[in-house]
């Protein structure tokens, strides 16, 4: 732990000595209460994950990305590329969401529910604490020459991470395919689809690297998010603090005991962290807000008999200041620029049609007489179903008065498919005043309208000329 009495935060991430080589990390397990909700949520999103692709809603799994097919499934809903509007904003919506989210709350996001720290807090290494100890245990294991046991533990452990990795892009691969195309797509290897399995594996081998060796330094030198930090948080930012004023000077052998602070440098919330960091230090981009350095303190206040809170949710104004963390107007306005942007996210995807039409003219034709007294047009329809269920729709002309004539089968359409066909649209020749002539179409189901398209009719040019 030297480097922590030093500045060299300053110069170097945490992780890196000062040849510049990996320092290993053995951070303590965290206890508290702060870490039992985390583990609570990331459990939760873990069983979300891995059993997702397994429930169904009507038939469809709970989630289905299949971007071969282009057609995705969420929570019951079905997306087409008709969609892809949708899918744009709700990008855009997250990216604003996540900017501003950040310059409130500080990043934590990162500590309680990135896939990252998931996996890694609450999977990886939960399964290092039970086969090689705690972290003084795994310090030592470590160091150790190879011995029988050693090996054997490595093995085990690395032969279980392997697993879990290549159980987790399996799942990931059965999001896109559906768990019962998964079945038959792993009987068919390694025969068939070989690419497939190549691809599984390369991707094992990634998922394996990341939290078997290379672990914190996503967050701290590779997550462009965790880069950002600089430029989004500001001294209103509410963050994992630790309080200077309360704390320092911390306790030393050279300072008479009434003259500490109440940090008593027992370096716990340094030993849990999972970054390496001393937050002592201040704000610093590798910490991802994971609270472990609060609980860590908490416990330790609890035993010297001082209040909670040396390290807490907090800005650097509001200790610098010696307050409590205020909602101030900043804070509310942008919460509530973010709820705006949640509401119109659920409002855009619940209004969102589940049967899209679209008529138009078909390209090169003109109008037609059809018997004495009308004229026609030709006109392309397109129906998208994005329902669980087959859908049935009828046309109606609302204006001008005059027929459809559809050509070809009635309009009903598979779930999930798109049906195209085409019709004539007949006009009395006294209806049109001009060479084009507005239409406005009903689309009908079950006898309530559920869309009105508008269009246009063409008719000969000596009709402009009449009025
Ligand atoms: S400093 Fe605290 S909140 Fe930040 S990463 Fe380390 S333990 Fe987590
Ligand atoms: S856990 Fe609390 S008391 Fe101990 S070193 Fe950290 S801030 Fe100081």
């Not at 040849?19 to 990331?42: C, E, Q, S, T």
């Not at 070989?194 to 078997?212: D, K, N, Q, R, W």
């Not at 942007?341 to 078909?362: A, H």
Request: hydrophobic residues 40%; aromatic residues 12%.
């Amino acid at each position: 732990m030297d480097n922590f009495q030093e500045t060299t935060f300053r110069d170097r991430p945490s992780t890196f000595g000062k040849d510049g080589k990996r320092v290993w990390l053995f951070p303590k397990m965290p206890k508290g209460k702060l870490y039992n909700i985390r583990r609570i949520i990331a459990w939760t999103l873990l069983t979300f994950f891995y059993l997702a692709p397994f429930l169904k809603i009507n038939g469809d799994p709970l989630i289905f990305l299949n971007f071969l097919q282009r057609k995705f499934v969420l929570f019951g809903t079905t997306f087409y590329p008709q969609d892809f509007h949708l899918l744009v904003l709700a990008i855009i919506t997250l990216v604003v969401f996540i900017v501003l989210f950040t310059v409130i709350y500080g990043r934590v996001f990162c500590g309680w529910v990135c896939p990252q720290t998931v996996f890694m807090e609450f999977l990886y290494r939960p399964i290092e604490y039970l086969i090689d100890g705690n972290a003084e245990q795994q310090k030592e294991l470590a160091a150790q020459d190879a011995d029988a046991i050693k090996i054997l533990k490595r093995i085990l452990k690395h032969s279980i991470y392997m697993f879990i990795s290549f159980f987790t892009i399996i799942t990931f691969v059965s999001y896109v395919t559906g768990t019962d195309k998964l079945g038959e797509i792993i009987n068919s290897w390694p025969q068939e689809r070989f690419g497939l399995l190549m691809g599984v594996i390369a991707f094992t081998g990634v998922h394996y690297f990341v939290f078997g060796w290379f672990r914190e330094q996503v967050c701290t030198v590779v997550c462009p998010y965790g880069r950002l930090q600089g430029v989004m948080l500001d001294v209103n930012t509410i963050l994992v603090a630790y309080d200077y004023k309360r704390g320092e000077p911390r306790r030393n052998a050279e300072l008479r005991r009434s003259e500490h602070g109440d940090c008593i440098n027992c370096f716990n919330c340094v030993d849990v962290c999972p970054t390496g960091i001393d937050i002592r230090n201040g704000t610093q981009l590798e910490c991802i807000n994971c609270t472990s350095c609060i609980d860590a303190c908490n416990s330790v206040m609890k035993r010297v008999k001082k209040p909670s809170g040396l390290i807490r949710f907090a800005s650097e104004k509001s200790i610098s200041e010696g307050k409590r963390v205020k909602f101030n107007a900043r804070v509310i306005a942008y919460s509530a620029v973010l709820i705006a942007l949640l509401t119109l996210m659920i409002y855009l995807f619940t209004v969102r049609g589940d049967v899209e039409t679209s008529i138009n003219r078909s390209p090169g034709t003109m109008f037609q007489e059809y018997g004495q007294d009308h004229y026609s047009n030709l006109y392309n329809l397109q129906m998208v179903n994005k329902t669980n269920s087959d859908v049935s729709i009828e046309l109606k002309l609302l204006s001008p008065e005059g027929e459809i004539l559809l050509m070809g089968d009635s309009l009903k359409t598979e779930k999930g498919e798109v049906a195209n066909r085409n019709l004539l649209v007949v006009l009395k020749k006294e209806t049109l005043k001009s060479s084009n002539s507005h239409l406005e179409i009903g689309i009908f189901e079950n006898g309530i309208m559920i869309d009105k398209i508008s269009t246009s009719f063409v008719g000969p040019n000596s009709l402009d000329g009449k009025k």
